[in-house]
Structure formats: structure tokens, C-alpha cells
């Protein structure tokens, strides 16, 4: 279908059954059929391949997968829209929809439950913009059996996701997702291609998820903490960033640990890579165990 087909079809059927969006749960609904096809194409999914859709709103995106993969989970928080899911998808047993919240659903259980025999696994979402981080953190942190993740975020949030390290994008998300994934650019959005049209632009960036991290660190809880305290304060220096008793340590301590490691203290936290981080983290590791 083209775009005044999508975009068309997607009025008609918020119109017939009285529904008005909400901003609230960042309900924009996607009606640009090339846009889909690159979300599809970056998800390279098959007849083996296992779907967690988050948010499918009334299943423009959904549709998609269900025709390219082999099962399908797609989890949606506003109850009116339910019933519509349910109709669409009523003759297709490999397509499951589940009232409920991404942030407090048991995700591992439903990915067990729902695509257990599936492989690959990816999670495939045009997301709810205001809920957008904490949704791409639950699904990294919790070390779910995903392969891969290919969402459509706002482009500033996507920017900061595939920075290089100095650039003004760069951010301690970038890093912390750095550390289980390996992310890619997929495409830019614009904003007219939405049902309503959202205030800012958006992209498609697809992570690939690391069978294990790419550095070793003795304690991960650390290691974040370090990120977190180093991005705390973007002006900073590293050695002032990190002293203010975030990690434990005093200026003295924090001093010796960034020259053991070979790392400069008046540089700042945001010019530093993952790797960088990690030699930082476990020598403090080691101070504070001796
Ligand atoms: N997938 C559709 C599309 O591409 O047109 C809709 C995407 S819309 C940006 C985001 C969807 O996520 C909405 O349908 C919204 O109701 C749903 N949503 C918002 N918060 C959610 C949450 N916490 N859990 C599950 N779904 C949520």
C-alpha cells in the first residue's frame, strides 16, 4: 500500500471507531511504506525468525512482521486499541497481542513463552518517544535472548546512540549501550510521515546485540557508576567528575588510578571510549580491594 494508502487507511480507522490519540503514550503512527521497508530489511527476518513488537498501535508495523517472520509478541499498553489488534490479526495464530506495559511485563517469560523455538529473536518497534531510554535499557540490561534490536526513536536520542566519543552526541547512554551492542544508523524519519506529525524528526538505528561484552570488567555495577559519575557534570574534568565520592574514592586516589591506567585526569568524561572506561574501572576495582 503507498503512503495516502497507509496514512489514509490509518484515519479511517481511528475515525470508525472514535478513537483520539494520545500524546500521553506518544501515540504517532508510522504510514510511510518505504520507511517500513527499511525497518524490515535492517530486522532481516524468516520463517524461523521470533518478533517482540512494543507499542503496535493499530498494526502498520505489525502487519509487516507478521507476514515476514515466523512468530510475533506485540505488547500494547492502550486498552482501546486491543480490540482493533485483535480483529486485524484474528486469523493469524502466530501473531500474539498482549495488553500490557513493556516496563513492568515479565519479558524474559514472554519471550520464553511466545518464541522460545524462534531463532533469530529481535525486538522491532516504532517506540513511545517519552518512555524511549528506559524501554532500550530494560531490554539490554536485562540480558534477554534477543539478537538484535531495530527501533525508531527520536533523532536526537539516535544521534547520541551512535556518537563517537568528543563529539557533542556522545553521552553515557552511548556508552552504556556500547557495552551490549554494537549499534548502526539505519535511516532518518521526517516528522510528515506520522499520524498526528510529532514535534521533532526521528531515525531507525538497529544494535546488534554482543554475544559478550566487548571489554572485561570485574564488576559491572562499577563500571556504569564510573560512566554515570563522568557524564554527571559534562564540564568537569575526569579527576573532579569522579571525586565527588560517586565511586568511593577521594582526589588523591582517583589521581593515581587515571595515570595507572594511562588516562590524562584533566581530560573529560565525555572524550573517553568504552575501553577507556574499562581500564578505569578496574583499577579502582583493584584499589579498593587492597
Ligand atoms: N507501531 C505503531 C506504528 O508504528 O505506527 C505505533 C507506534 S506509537 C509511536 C507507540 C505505541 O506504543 C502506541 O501504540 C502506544 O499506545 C504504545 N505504548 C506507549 N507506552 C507503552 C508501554 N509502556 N508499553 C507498551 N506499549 C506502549
Known amino acids: 500500500?503507498?503512503?495516502?494508502?497507509?496514512?489514509?487507511?490509518?484515519?479511517?480507522?481511528?475515525?470508525?471507531?472514535?478513537?483520539?490519540?494520545?500524546?500521553?503514550?506518544?501515540?504517532?503512527?508510522?504510514?510511510?511504506?518505504?520507511?517500513?521497508?527499511?525497518?524490515?530489511?535492517?530486522?532481516?527476518?524468516?520463517?524461523?525468525?521470533?518478533?517482540?513488537?512494543?507499542?503496535?498501535?493499530?498494526?502498520?508495523?505489525?502487519?509487516?512482521?507478521?507476514?515476514?517472520?515466523?512468530?510475533?509478541?506485540?505488547?500494547?499498553?492502550?486498552?482501546?486499541?486491543?480490540p482493533v489488534l485483535n480483529s486485524l490479526f484474528s486469523g493469524q495464530p502466530h501473531v500474539h497481542i498482549v495488553h500490557g506495559d513493556v516496563m513492568s511485563l515479565d519479558l524474559s517469560r514472554l519471550l520464553r513463552d511466545h518464541l522460545g523455538n524462534c531463532n533469530p529473536i529481535c525486538a522491532v518497534a516504532n517506540l513511545p518517544y517519552y518512555v524511549t531510554s528506559p524501554i532500550l535499557m530494560r531490554l539490554l540490561e536485562e540480558k534477554l535472548p534477543l539478537d538484535r534490536i531495530v527501533i525508531m526513536i527520536q533523532k536526537e536520542v539516535a544521534e547520541r546512540l551512535t556518537a563517537s566519543p568528543g563529539s557533542k552526541a556522545y553521552g553515557s547512554i552511548t556508552v552504556a549501550t556500547r557495552y551490549y551492542a554494537e549499534t548502526e544508523w539505519v535511516t532518518r524519519v521526517p516528522a510528515h510521515v506520522f499520524v498526528p506529525q510529532p514535534q521533532v524528526d526521528s531515525a531507525v538505528i538497529r544494535l546488534n546485540i554482543r554475544q559478550r561484552p566487548p571489554v572485561e570488567v570485574r564488576d559491572e555495577a562499577l563500571l556504569f557508576r564510573v560512566i554515570r559519575a563522568s557524564f554527571g557534570q559534562r564540564r568537569k574534568t575526569l579527576l573532579n567528575a569522579l571525586s565527588t565520592g560517586v565511586v568511593g574514592e577521594g582526589k588523591e586516589i582517583i589521581s593515581r588510578v587515571l595515570l595507572e591506567a594511562g588516562i590524562d585526569p584533566k581530560r573529560r568524561g565525555e572524550t573517553l571510549s568504552l575501553e577507556e572506561f574499562a581500564l578505569v574501572t578496574n583499577r579502582l576495582d583493584e584499589v579498593a580491594r587492597n
Open 1 to 82: 500500500m503507498d503512503e495516502v494508502g497507509i496514512a489514509g487507511r490509518t484515519r479511517q480507522l481511528l475515525a470508525e471507531r472514535g478513537l483520539r490519540l494520545k500524546k500521553s503514550l506518544g501515540q504517532h503512527f508510522l504510514t510511510d511504506r518505504r520507511i517500513l521497508d527499511q525497518m524490515m530489511e535492517a530486522a532481516g527476518l524468516g520463517p524461523e525468525a521470533g518478533v517482540l513488537e512494543i507499542g503496535p498501535g493499530i498494526g502498520a508495523l505489525t502487519e509487516r512482521l507478521a507476514m515476514a517472520a515466523g512468530q510475533v509478541v506485540a505488547v500494547e499498553l492502550d486498552d482501546r486499541l486491543i
